[in-house]
């Protein structure tokens, strides 16, 4: 994952520097930094709310790309953060899976989704909006009543987290 800055757009790339190092030397100015994890992502959102003011007076939008990735590492965090806090329990097995977090029956797809959220809600309260990138796909579908076939672009994460992101974000863009 990398962090890219510009006057008025901070752009994240979520992936490997070699592969987005092409994309960023193709903008004029643009400096980034590496985010590897979720951790990283949340030290640079809340050095951009902390210092919104006096050094990063002009941001405006901070670009995610892509979600999935973000979403990716963001389980990574949640099930370390699970096990961490639970380790100490009688009985504990640690969490190995999202579905083990919190319990189980898809919480830990909530509490994916808030660590995420709390982070863009932050960014938005000092003016700065958040803009997703996600890897797509089609899929086929047999609606039941006609059985007629036909095939639509989604985006390639679960459709919980799709659906519960598109109610709460302004754009989400799916990379063909």
């Not at 007076?57 to 961490?84: F, G, H, S």
């Not at 803009?131 to 994460?157: E, G, Q, R």
């Amino acid at each position: 994952m990398n962090f890219v800055k510009k006057n008025l757009a901070w752009w994240i790339f979520i992936t490997e520097y070699r592969r987005c190092k092409k994309g960023v030397s193709a903008i004029d100015g643009v400096t980034y930094e590496d985010v590897p994890t979720y951790k990283k992502f949340v030290e640079i959102c809340n050095d951009i709310v902390k210092n919104k003011n006096t050094e990063y007076p002009d941001l405006r939008v901070v670009i995610v790309d892509t979600l999935d990735q973000l979403i990716a590492c963001t389980e990574t965090q949640a099930i370390a953060d699970w096990n961490k806090e639970n380790l100490g329990n009688k009985n504990f097995k640690p969490a190995k899976t999202l579905n083990s977090v919190q319990g189980g029956f898809g919480a830990g797809y909530d509490v994916v989704f808030d660590m995420i959220y709390d982070k863009v809600r932050a960014l938005g309260k000092v003016g700065v909006k958040v803009w997703y990138t996600c890897h797509s796909k089609t899929k086929d579908i047999i609606d039941p009543v006609t059985s007629a076939a036909y095939t639509t672009l989604t985006s390639n994460m679960a459709q919980r987290y799709f659906n519960d992101l598109r109610q709460k974000f302004m754009l989400l863009v799916l990379l063909v």
